[in-house]
């Protein structure tokens, strides 16, 4: 039976909100909607309870374990299709499955509830467990191969880049100077002792921007973001909806920049007299400034309190 402590969705109202024009639209038309990155399906099975028995629901993980979990969550009669994939196989998962256009798409870029909480997936600073951080766990690269394999200017490069953390360097010659390195807390502990004491005052646990580093670099969270962006928008039916849930300011920048370009009709130089590009505006942006979490959301489950959402329309 699905346990809910697996995983808290956030901003689901808001997502819901976002895309009813859709959900609840009374044509006979067949709708498709995708949850490119399903988890722990807390915003799909809220969908799902807006679909009816013509429409389809694509649940994309790379998480084998989300599904194996949660599966029963979903209480619907329409037709429910689990993907283990990753979310920037989106334009070739459509296609294994004979489907040209889709109504809507959703992303949460979060790691789940339940990745966080397990010890022995090692994503957490705070309980003990092997360096692993894999979302998809048959890959190979492992934040214990990062850790342990990555010369010193390229994990500093990592760590400065996708933690945004102004002590890099000292951490990467603190982890480079005790490897090899095996679990979470022995790793935590090093980044601990190499930052000033007075780090949790001004940035948290000193070990958070590191971990969450590593997670991206181990899952290739930024490379794949910009490439789903387009995939998703070309997928969609005019007047589709897509809508993406961002933790990470870079994630944010990447969405922001892809829908702005996504809307503008065209890229030529401000100084052309004429417009020679040929590009056409594919999007329109429903949300000027991203979407946050409420004071009470927040209160409930402080995870949301960095989440942001930004929702486009596929332009006719």
């Known amino acids: 039976m699905y346990n809910v402590t697996y995983h808290v969705p956030v901003l689901t109202k808001e997502i819901l909100n976002g895309l009813d024009d859709i959900l609840q639209k009374s044509n006979s038309n067949q709708k498709i909607v995708v949850d490119a990155t399903a988890g722990g399906l807390g915003h799909s099975s809220e969908i799902a309870k807006r679909l009816k028995s013509i429409d389809k629901l694509i649940c ?151 971990f969450q580093a590593i997670r991206m670099e181990v899952n290739r969270e930024l490379e794949v973001l910009e490439k789903f962006v387009y995939d998703a928008t070309h997928a969609l039916k005019d007047g589709g909806r897509i809508a993406i849930i961002t933790f990470h300011s870079l994630e944010d920048r990447i969405v922001k920049h892809a829908f702005k370009y996504l809307e503008s009709p065209c890229v030529c130089p401000p100084k052309t007299p004429k417009c020679i590009c040929g590009k056409v505006q594919e999007l329109k942006i429903l949300t000027k400034k991203p979407i946050v979490a409420s004071n009470d959301e927040v209160n409930v489950n402080p995870r949301a309190s960095s989440a942001k959402l930004r929702i486009g329309e596929k332009v006719a």
């Open 60 to 210: 994309i993980d790379k998480d084998s374990e989300a599904f194996k979990h949660n599966a029963d969550r979903i209480k619907s009669d329409c037709k429910v299709i689990f993907i283990n994939d990753g979310f920037e196989n989106i334009t070739q998962i459509l296609k294994n499955n004979n489907i040209e256009k889709i109504d809507a798409v959703l992303a949460d870029l979060g790691v789940s509830s339940h990745q966080i909480d397990v010890p022995e997936r090692g994503f957490s600073y705070t309980k003990d467990g092997p360096l692993d951080m894999r979302m998809n766990q048959t890959q190979q690269r492992d934040a214990h191969h990062v850790v342990n394999n990555y010369t010193a200017t390229r994990l500093e490069e990592v760590i400065k880049t996708f933690g945004e953390e102004r002590y890099a360097r000292q951490i990467t010659s603190a982890i480079v100077n005790a490897r090899p390195i095996e679990t979470t807390m022995q790793l935590a502990k090093i980044i601990t002792d190499a930052v000033p004491g007075n780090y949790y005052k001004t940035g948290g646990h000193p070990a958070k921007r590191t």
